[in-house]
């Protein structure tokens, strides 16, 4: 008897400790969801981000679990954040602006070059119909591919490997979207893009500060607009051999 009584006391306490850590979890979730949400209203929506369905989506994606653990609660600011190996993932306002840069209608098939966290890549996936994205940093390329896969994406294909010089075999792509500064246009990335498709990419001073760039590729001249003043971290690899 006194052993039934200990025994049901040990399952009452594991019962409750469930409980109490499937709650708190749910809290946490509702919490996420809120900063979330106000990151949307006063972030995206209030700038100029205007796009219904990339400020949807900025609102559905869990950017928490794309940050390390001890950022967690500063997912949802106005910020861009390391992420391992001294790289970073960028500000919502510019993966945001980024996206909308890219006019998605939802058939396209986008090329990322330097995928870091996998944040930017999500967002993708929701907006287009295949994202391709390659990572230099063979340890970032792996833990993205995890998370993604983790996360249900189906529709994300992470590799390995400099993205300078785009990936050839499943060009050429509807749009390109670099996240990482050069001095220079990577022309096989120019080359991979479809005709009437769109690029963009942070060109300037890799040390220093960037314009974000948006090419729109029409015939043999493509149109080029300039968006804004960024910081990004610099593409390494073959980029960095050519000084232009
Ligand atoms: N889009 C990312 C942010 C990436 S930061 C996100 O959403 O988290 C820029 C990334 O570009 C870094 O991870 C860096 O390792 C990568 N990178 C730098 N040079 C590269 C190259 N030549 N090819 C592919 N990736 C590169």
Redesign the pocket.
Known sequence: MKFLIKKAGQIIVLFSLGVSIWLSLGYQEDKFTRLRKRMVEEQLASRDITDKRVLEVMGMVPRHL?VLPQYINLAYEDTPLP?E?G????QPYI?ALMTQCLALKGDERVL??????????AILAHLCREVYT????ES?ARKAADLLARLGYQNVYVKGG???FGWPEKAPFDAIIV??AANHLPPPLLEQLKDGGRLVIPLGSTLYFQTLTLVIKEGKRPRVEYILGVR????????EKKKR
């Not at 990322?112 to 890549?121: D, K, L, P, R, V």
């Not at 390659?134 to 940093?137: A, W």
């Not at 990004?232 to 980029?239: C, K, Y």
């Open positions: 794309f992420i190996e790289q970073t993932i960028s993966v990322e070059i330097g995928t870091g966290s996998g944040y930017q890549a390659i990572e230099i940093r970032l400099d993205g300078y996240t990482c990004f971290v610099p593409m390494i690899g073959e980029a």
